[in-house]
């Protein structure tokens, strides 16, 4: 069975790489590698392209097909007899898209063929490509592999370290300059959630890939693919502190603002029981019923007022020694 040149699928590129470097680009990828010296091809397509299903089922393994096409995706390494596959997360560089909300990137590789295939756009693949045009190319399909994961660890790096300095600067101003206005507190505590979330199956596919027993990967590349999980695996732990330390910063925040309520309240009693008194004075001297003393006196106003500051600095003073305050 065979896919029609009309329903072939429209690569975002395609690139065959020789084996003295040069890279040719591919006009029709119905065309058979084996020509000019070429050494393996490289194939990145959207998901949405008409015609990609098709040419998966026909021209890919069952398990790359189904693999490539998948609707969701975690990240993993699965080794086939007929190839290599694995699914990796990108930082999220989509405009209107939150970094945090990683893109996903599936790819299957054999020893003459490496396909990949997006949903969203990923900027590591674009950097990639812009480099095969410019012939700055990988010059094995493992090798290009392990350029596509520093792509996007490279990212991952970036966003973390973004993170770990928005948080620092959070602390400073909450901790050094006591300040009241941590608006910006949740939103970066679900960024780190949602980046945790994704970067930790990640981290896990790249030691997979590192460690992985296949024929398609050689050894000696094996020490670049582990340098790079562990660069992963260290902007793991950097996000996992900056979750600490926003769980301290948020506890420390409630605590302050728990100790501000409690001293307001404090207040608020000590002031109720200084005036409590003078309350019951005036309700008693403003009740309409004859035989009120001072009603007829023109002095009376004023000796109940005196009469009232004086009962307010007495219990004023009673609090005090009480130490209420």
């Known amino acids: 069975m065979t896919v029609g040149a009309s329903t072939l699928p429209q690569p975002l590129c395609a690139f065959d790489i020789r084996s003295d470097g040069q890279v040719l680009i591919v006009a029709d990828i119905a065309s058979p590698i084996d020509q000019q010296d070429v050494v393996y091809r490289w194939l990145h397509f959207d998901l949405a392209t008409a015609g990609l299903e098709e040419w998966c089922h ?23 007899e007929e190839g290599l596959f694995a699914t990796f997360r990108g930082v999220n560089f989509n405009e209107g898209a939150e970094l945090e909300d990683m893109v996903s990137l599936r790819l299957w590789m054999t020893d003459r063929l490496v396909v990949t ?19 700055d190319a990988p010059p094995t399909p493992a090798r290009l592999v392990a350029r596509v994961t520093e792509h996007l660890v490279a990212r991952i790096e970036q966003i973390s370290l973004d993170l770990e300095l928005r948080t620092d600067q959070l602390e400073e101003a909450v901790y050094d300059n006591d300040s009241r206005d941590v608006t910006t507190l949740a939103p970066l505590r679900r960024s780190v959630i949602k980046l945790r979330r994704h970067i930790g199956p990640m981290t896990d596919a790249l030691k997979s890939l590192a460690t992985i027993e296949t024929v398609l990967i050689p050894k000696k590349l094996r020490h670049r693919l582990r340098d790079t999980a562990n660069r992963a695996t260290r902007s793991v732990e950097e996000v996992h502190e900056v979750t600490d330390r926003l769980i301290a910063l948020s506890q420390h925040v409630d605590l302050n603002n728990d100790t501000r309520l409690a001293h307001n309240g404090y207040v608020l009693s000590v002031i109720a029981a200084i005036f409590l008194p003078l309350g019951f004075l005036t309700g008693l001297f403003g009740v309409n019923v004859g035989g009120m003393p001072g009603v007829d006196s023109d002095l009376g106003f004023v000796i109940l007022c005196v009469a009232m500051v004086v009962i307010g600095a007495f219990g004023y003073v009673i609090l005090r020694w009480l130490r209420w305050f």
């Open 58 to 80: 026909v021209t890919l393994p069952p398990l790359a097909a189904r693999a490539l096409l998948a609707a969701k995706t975690r990240p993993h390494v699965e080794n086939h």
């Open 117 to 135: 295939v997006r949903r969203e756009r990923v900027f590591a693949m674009e950097d990639l490509a812009n480099q095969m045009r410019s012939h």
